[in-house]
């Protein structure tokens, strides 16, 4: 038997290459004519050439289905809808998940990389919630029921967790002494700090004092010694000008910790810190500010004039978005704040709110509001519908007050009602910008508070502001709903407009984040389009179709017929 003589390496590639040479080819020839011969025919003598030349030509027209969404938000039809109400048809996928991009503007003048606003409640927003939100592209806002001292002092922790060119680094002057060092690093968590002349920035550096240097010097008799005995004094500098790409290859390539920026004269202008630069290679979507590569960070105040001096310590500590907060926003109050705010920091991002009508939009769009949040008693822990009587049902409210706002280019945040991936999709179909989430996030570990446990679950306590827990805790509550004591009935009565109670635990808001950032590029996978400013151009055009959802729709939609199940969202 002769045995057969297999390719060597170059043949079986030129064979490979030859086949996909031979498909390209092959793809590249016009495809026949499709033919329907089962198809009925439009008229007895109709002949099949002519049926299928008919088709063909049918099936060059788009087929349009379901609703555009005026026709969805029909209210004399319809009523008012929330989110579960409808459903969005399914477009055509021509691309990967990963190249759907969620950039959006969370403000006029704000674009951040991922739709997602943390909510001002004191359960939900504090220095870590802020800080993580805005690496992982989204923005935090911290809440106000709290000491001014307090809130600014978190949002100057925010800032300065991440930095490019540090302008204020904290410096010492060599006489200062080792256990002053170690009270800034056990204050401030660092201790790589300039050493000048006077100990002030300006100043000319004499060097630098690491952990490295101080690390064994722990007894009384050390603590006292001056840092200039053992500081670093053999520094890579940088001359002030350089940009902060060059700085930054320059601290890659020396391998230190700190890069000091000097002028010519030697005296200290500037400082750039190895962890930052680590910071903005782990977190590339962070919201950062382009001038100074500091997180941004945003904080809520109430509409009262007192809360203009809260407003001028938050500015100091460095706040980017300042978030008017009212569970109803159409009010004079609001308007003169507003108009306050704008007039003596004209660079500072006002989002106004709350609204859910058109009107209410109107007054705060013209009083210079950057943006508007919407919801009216939609959220899990809020009773204000119940109570008040007042409202309007999410789905509705968003489309209504975003379309409206659209026209002066406002983005609009949609606040409440928001429970999963499917929710805050539906909120950008309507016209939002970002969804802002309160017990989506209060189970997190970086949410204020403790765990506990509850019926064999790990849970931490979530309640609204307005409920009386959160008005027994802080003024911010009673200012929120108009509940303040201004009268010997105020202060006798307080109405709630929320409730207290335990969501489960969620683990990291990190990786949660990126399960809902996941969750919200297949989803818009799904519909076919490739951006947030594809998905709402395509509402806007009637190209993205819509569904109402029975009662029976919504049971078949969920989990059932099934005895029992786990409900893992993400791993």
Sequence with gaps: MVAKRLPDDDTAAGVANGDATAAASADQQPQPPVSFPHAPAARPDETPDERD??????????????????????????????????????????????????????????????????????????????????????????????????????????????????????????????????????????????????????????????????????????????????MTTELVTAREGISLGEAQQILRQSRKGKLPIVDAEGNLKALLARSDLIKTRDYPWASTKRSSRQLLCAAAVSTHAEDRVRLDALVRAGLDVVVLDSSQGNSSYQVEMLRYIKRTYPLLEVVAGNVVTSEQARRLIAAGADALRIGMGSGSICITQEVMACGRPQGTAVYRVARYARQFGVPVIADGGVANVGHVVKALALGASCVMMGSLLAGTSESPGDYFYHDGKRVKRYRGMGSLDAMDAGDAAGKRYFAEAGSEDNARVKVAQGVAGAVVDKGSVKKFLGYLTAGVQHSLQDIGVRSVADLQSGVEAGAVRFERRTASAQLEGGVHGLHSYEKRLFA
Excluded: W
């Design 53 to 230: 030349a008919r088709l063909r030509a049918l099936l060059e027209q788009p087929a349009p289905d379901g609703l555009t969404a005026d026709q969805l938000m029909d209210e004399v039809a319809a009523g008012g809808l929330t989110y579960n109400d409808f459903l969005i048809l399914p477009g055509y996928i021509d691309f990967p998940a990963s190249a759907v991009s969620l950039q959006t503007k969370v403000t006029k003048n704000i674009t951040i990389r991922t739709p997602f606003v943390s909510s001002p409640m004191d359960t939900v927003t504090e220095t870590q919630m802020a800080v993580h939100m805005a690496l992982n592209g989204g923005l935090g806002v911290i809440h106000h029921n709290c000491s001014i001292e307090e809130q600014a002092a978190m949002v100057s922790k925010v800032k300065k967790f991440e930095n490019g060119f540090i302008t204020d680094p904290l410096c010492l002057r060599p006489t200062d002494t080792v256990g002053r060092v170690l009270e800034i690093k056990r204050q401030f968590g660092f201790c790589g700090i300039p050493i000048t002349e006077t100990g002030q920035l300006h100043s000319r550096l004499l060097g630098i004092v690491t952990s490295r240097d101080i690390d064994f010097l722990q007894d009384a008799r050390a603590l006292a010694r001056p840092v200039g005995e053992v």
